[in-house]
């Protein structure tokens, strides 16, 4: 086996000692189990670690699901778990995984994952968390699972501890993982679907356990500044059995090295998320409930305050602040700095309600206001800024963002409500897609962006500042109801690509669930949820893993700060050690494949983030071993933020074979292409029309012209700008040429022309491929008048925990979004082949 990292956490000599030989990219302390998680700055004890009463059960209860919703269930593909003998005598066994690996009620634990004793580290201020289940071998009634106390045994230099210090039991929480029903696989999904999700943490005393349907609970620890280092052990009790009856227990012994230092923040990285404020049932701000959620956040790592709304008062037609001083004393309480994003207002609204105008979803203009709305906004802008003028001095910045996600086409109505703001001297944020069509129009008016994309490069990003570029990570925090993407995307998202990234601060939506009845399609499903009666707040497994990756992001910090202030010596073995963390921050910035977004494609696998980790920590610990010989303050970045062209090896092995002749494939019949949608139109050309280069002499065209003044959708909806596509399909009998064989991928010769002045040489083709759902967007850039060959890849592309698809893939649609191109634009786009390829 190949050494990745050899580390002692446990001295040598001692009783305790954990020796791991970590082989690349793989990071299993079986034996041990070590996980990493999260810690922040400054919790208050009574936020998240309330003393638990006696005896509770699982809050809120599932939702029953309607009689014509259809659930999704997880397909489990590990094979049936075979116990041991003393496994099936207290009739439960024990796992434990990555806490970004989902476990749902149909997971089965894998042999690899079985663990007798968990063991891990952290530094102070930190929060830690590990995680166990308990798969039931039988029906368990009244399951049991409760933390004794944790004391420490031995310090870190391998002495045994005479005092044995207590670890704060305040400071100790024990949650279960919760199952709900969730509408599937979005969070706004109208297909009437759901899956049944591990999504809720809450404090369990009690529960009852089905044969065969795993508890997954998860232990966190919060680590005080300054805590005293050393081995801090305890154990898990596990108990089951109905009163009166033969009761079974066993106990998970849990070891804790708290290390000799305390995590650092960048202070230029920054956490928020979008909001809405509880409300009592008269209306007002539930002030009891907001005090709870600031206090969460802060322990989930927020520094910024959460997004803020103004209101409209249409009697006196201006805008105001309400409750504004409440929500100032919630900020410095918990320890959140400005500037404070504002949204709201409602300037769409008043569009409408008093000029006249019309509006479709994310402020897609159907029929523009009144020029006097214009007249109007400018003044109330010039009374907004006269009353931040009057806030108390000290008061945080508010950084306005009137309007949300505005469609390319409304752009001179996005922009003249930003000019009004703008004029009046109000510093204004938002959303906006850099490769969006719009996005530069809005930069003599806007100060911050806030975008979803990671992919530009990271001078690229940076370039982009002008005060700050902020991100909204939606896709992770509530979007896409896929454990990969929430769990291990979010926590790269978190972690090591906001490193990455060059962004300032992550502001998903949302922070909370608008309503807990994730069957309701009205409102949206799935989040963070209040407790109805109690108030206590019911967080979710992915805000855990969010929380592990902005732990990752400062154990990155805390060693680049540590090489800064140590760097500028003659001391010879202090400089080895400097050059030792160069390199493996290099490593770690050089591994990282950057994404568009992080979902659940090309993910590192789940043990290297806390390989990294474990490297990171011993890392400092070399370095503060040596005084620092400066006071500086590190940058985000203190090594060479270098791009590294990375190959994804799906499209490496068919280019060669493309090369070599060795694909095999079934191509989709020219003859049975069609168009879909009215600004597509679809033909067939051979000879002198066939563009040069061809590797056939007769092609499809895809003719799309784009307009967005009407929509050339069958529906003839409201929505001008849509998605004309190329369709086509092969028959089950040709597959039966090709021995039924399933295809790997699909191959697409496309050659491109168009009359575009504007981002010509930019054309992602959506591809999708029924059945199985397969989803893919191409590279968006392909030079024009150039024959390019393109692999879609139909393996690891849909969600997390499908069935194997039933049946062959037959149609193939290919799509191009109106949204990225202009009004007038004619693409054409030549297919020469399109093919199922193995």
Partial sequence: MSDFLKLDLFPRGSRQIVRMVLPWAIFAFRAFSFFTVVLILGLSVGALFAEPSAERCALPPSDEAPEDWTRIPYHESRPEFEPTESEKQRGFALFSRPLVDAVYPESRPGAEERVEKLAFFAAGNQFQTLNFAVYPLQELPSLRVSAGEFRRIQTLDGEMDQDEWLFPP??????????????????????????????????????DAPVKEPQRYFL??????????????????????????????????????VLGFDLLRDPAKHYSAYYYPPKTSDGQWDRERMEREFAAMRDYGFTRSPVYQMRFDGDGKRFYFPELDFWLELMRKNGMAGPIPTIGGGCSWIASYYYGGKFGKHIRVLTPPKEEFYTELARMCRELK???????????????????????????????????????????????EPHDLSFPKYDHVVDIFASQVFAPSYAETVGRHKREYWCYPNHNSYERKDMVIMCKGGRMTYGFGMWRS?????????????????????????????????????????????????????YLYTLQNAVIQREGTQNAALNAEIARSRALLQEIWDSIVVKE??????????????????????????????????????????????????????????????TDGTIQSLPIPLERCIASEDEAKVEIVEGTDVPAGARNDRCVLLT???????????????????WPALAGYVTKAEWETRGNVKPRGLLMRVYVDSNRTVNAGKTPIHAGVQPGGFSYTTPSELEERVWHTLF???????????????????????????????????????????????
């Fill in 170 to 207: 305040e400071n100790v929480q024990l949650r279960l993982v919760t199952y709900r029903g969730i509408r599937y696989p979005q969070y706004s999904s109208k297909t009437k679907q759901y899956r049944v999700l591990p999504e809720y943490l809450q404090e369990v005393t009690v529960t």
């Fill in 220 to 257: 966190t620890f919060k680590v005080p500044s300054k805590m005293k280092p050393g081995i801090y052990a305890g154990k898990v009790r596990i108990s089951w059995g109905r009163d009166g009856a033969e009761m079974r227990s066993a106990e998970l012994p849990v070891e804790l090295k």
């Fill in 386 to 432: 006269k009353d931040v003028d009057a806030l108390p001095e000290g008061t945080p910045e508010m950084i306005f963002g009137p309007l949300d996600e505005i469609a390319p086409e409304s752009t001179e109505f996005g922009t003249r409500v930003y000019q009004a703001f703008h004029d009046a001297g109000l510093p204004t944020y938002t959303t906006k």
């Fill in 502 to 554: 060059g962004f300032d601060l992550l502001i998903p939506w949302i922070w909370r669930a608008g309503s807990p009845d994730h069957f309701d399609l009205e409102t949206s499903s799935g989040g963070n949820l209040l407790h109805p009666e109690t108030g206590e707040v019911i967080m979710t497994t992915y805000w855990e893993c969010f929380r592990e990756g902005i732990s990752d992001l400062r």
């Fill in 597 to 658: 977004k992080y979902l659940n494609r090309h993910l590192w696998e789940s043990e290297r983030f806390d390989a990294y980790r474990t490297r990171i920590a011993e890392r400092i610990e070399a370095l503060y071993r040596f005084s620092p010989v400066n006071k500086k303050t590190a940058p985000s970045v203190i090594i060479e933020p270098r791009e590294i062209e990375w190959v994804d090896p799906f499209q490496a092995e068919f280019a060669r074979r493309d």
């Fill in 704 to 722: 799309v012209t784009v307009d967005k003044e009407r929509d050339g959708s069958s529906a003839k909806g409201p929505y001008p700008s849509n």
């Fill in 792 to 838: 879609v890849p139909l393996e690891n592309a849909g969600y997390d925990g499908m069935p194997p698809v039933s049946g062959l893939p037959q149609s193939v649609r290919l799509t191009i979004s109106e949204g990225n191109h202009e009004h007038g634009d004619v693409l054409k786009l030549y297919f020469d082949e399109i093919s199922f390829i193995w």
